[in-house]
């Protein structure tokens, strides 16, 4: 586990008043709050600059879905996280990456929805 590492890195550069130059999500596929009338095959985020994915947690009515994030890939600018076939339902992704350039670490939320 490399997170807390990289948390405590971005706590100092901020203390340090470092340059703020981490990475933005620009967009997601499938989109936040899109209704789809099937399963996706798979979950993509797409940040304004290169990234490394630290956690993304996919959870509906409080249960976790198991997803496997690739810890050696290359860092990107966009990511896919293959997914298993979904019932219908709400959706919730959680995420964090660490943006490669600053060593910050940048996260959000999303919804979708399965029909
Ligand atoms: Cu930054």
């Known amino acids: 586990m490399k997170s807390p590492a ?3 890195l971005c706590g100092a550069l901020l203390a340090s008043g470092a340059a703020f130059g981490h990475a933005k999500l620009l967009s997601t ?6 209704h789809l009338s099937k399963s996706p095959a798979a979950l993509t985020l797409t940040f304004d600059e290169k990234v490394r994915l630290a956690m993304l947690q996919l959870t509906t009515a409080d249960r976790k ?3 496997t994030l690739d810890r050696g890939a290359a860092e990107a600018a966009a990511v896919t996280i293959p997914l298993p076939v979904l019932a219908p339902g709400r959706y919730e992704v959680r995420w964090s990456a ?4 600053d060593g910050h670490v940048v996260k959000g939320t999303y919804s979708f929805v399965i029909l």
């Open 6 to 8: 990289f948390l405590g």
């Open 98 to 101: 660490l943006t490669v350039d």
């Open 29 to 34: 596929v499938p989109a936040a709050e899109a």
């Open 65 to 67: 879905i198991p997803v």
